[in-house]
């Protein structure tokens, strides 16, 4: 996976490899939803973003593993763009 296919919502950046995102919800609870599938999502891929949350927002920040973006964070963004999608 590339950034092909991931939202246009995902901020791309270079220097140094980062990946960013706002995520907005209408309430606290679809917000500490995310946060808890997030939290499952780290575990089973053993990845951990920076988090800044507020009551109805997220803001995910994923760094390279690596030099360089690859597969494994864009996958990651993937996954917490379709698991927003499921606590809405």
Same mark, same amino acid.
């Given at each position: 996976?590339? *950034? +092909? !296919?991931?939202? $246009?919502?995902?901020?791309?950046?270079?220097?140094?490899?980062?990946? %960013?995102?706002?995520?907005?919800?209408?309430?606290?609870?679809?917000?500490?939803?995310?946060?808890?599938?997030?939290?499952?999502?780290?575990? *089973? +891929? !053993?990845?951990? $973003?920076?988090?800044?949350?507020?009551?109805?927002?997220?803001?995910? %920040?994923?760094?390279?593993?690596?030099?360089?973006?690859?597969?494994?964070?864009?996958?990651?963004?993937?996954?917490?763009?379709?698991?927003?999608?499921?606590?809405?």
């Amino acid at each position: 996976m590339d *950034r +092909q !296919g991931l939202s $246009p919502a995902w901020r791309v950046q270079q220097q140094p490899p980062l990946l %960013s995102r706002r995520f907005e919800f209408s309430s606290y609870a679809e917000t500490r939803r995310f946060l808890d599938g997030l939290a499952v999502l780290s575990e *089973r +891929q !053993g990845y951990y $973003p920076d988090l800044n949350f507020g009551k109805n927002h997220v803001n995910v %920040s994923i760094a390279a593993r690596d030099e360089s973006l690859d597969d494994s964070e864009f996958g990651f963004a993937s996954q917490a763009d379709e698991l927003a999608g499921k606590v809405a």
